[in-house]
């Protein structure tokens, strides 16, 4: 049972590139979330799914998009990758909203040069 | 914006000792969660505890929670090595679908 998955782990970009970073999970939960953690800031939500299809907008999606095309998968997209992008990005999903605990994966260290 | 706010920010102290950490938020929640980071890991969740819920136990893990006062603390007692992390506090509010995650504690246990 892997949980939450995401990849890549690791990733250095130019200034102007793009790319998707993806989450899987296997615990069949409905709610799925991602965020980003800065030194100093803790972790602030970019987008989140409340279920397959549905995406909404999270506390900073700027220059983000996401995707829910299937149950376990929640894609998220940088179409042109800002230095302001450089962080740590985790992927999170839930059973039932805020009711229930997050599951995390590893997250994914991204920079923007 | 961050809802709830840990304090201290950092906390170090020998193995064996007790470690309480402090949580304050600012509006009405419906539950009020906990979870461990460990250096280069994602968070896991440690206890859950509902607005009509005082306080709450898991193995080593105390957490209490006073609506009145708006605050949680976590207390680990007879703390481990293998304790050292950042914990963070996350408030859920009726009829959202999302948790707020404050700053977080930094706590590192001396041998």
């Known amino acids: 049972n892997a949980g939450v998955t995401q990849t890549p782990k690791f990733r250095v970009l130019k200034t102007g590139q793009s790319m998707t970073l993806l989450c899987a999970q296997d615990?069949?939960?409905?709610?799925m979330y991602w965020y980003r953690q800065d030194p100093g800031m803790g972790l602030r939500l970019i987008h989140y799914?409340?279920?397959?299809?549905?995406?909404a907008k999270g506390e900073v999606p700027d220059g983000y998009n996401v995707s829910r095309l299937k149950k376990q998968n929640f894609l998220l997209g940088l179409e042109s990758a800002a230095p302001s992008q450089t962080s740590v990005y985790f992927c999170?999903?839930?059973?039932?909203?805020?009711?229930?605990?997050?599951?995390f994966g590893d997250g994914t260290r991204l920079s923007i040069l | 914006s961050q809802q709830g706010e840990e304090d201290p920010q950092a906390l170090s102290i020998q193995e064996g000792e007790n470690a309480t950490m402090n949580c304050s938020y600012k509006?009405?929640?419906?539950?009020l969660q906990w979870y461990r980071q460990n250096s280069g890991r994602g968070l896991v969740h440690l206890i859950l505890?509902?607005?009509?819920?005082r306080e709450k136990h898991s193995g080593r893990l105390r957490v209490t929670l006073d609506t009145s006062k708006k605050s949680s603390s976590l207390l680990i007692t007879a703390s481990r090595a293998a304790d050292t992390a950042s914990y963070f506090c996350?408030?859920?509010?009726?009829?959202?679908?999302?948790?707020?995650f404050g700053k977080g504690t930094r706590l590192h246990i001396l041998p």
């Open positions: 509006t009405s929640i419906n539950n």
């Open positions: 505890i509902r607005s009509n819920e």
């Open positions: 799914s409340v279920g397959e299809g549905t995406t």
């Open positions: 999170a999903s839930s059973y039932d909203s805020n009711r229930q605990p997050q599951h």
């Open positions: 996350a408030t859920g509010s009726g009829g959202d679908d999302k948790i707020i």
């Open positions: 615990m069949n939960h409905e709610y």
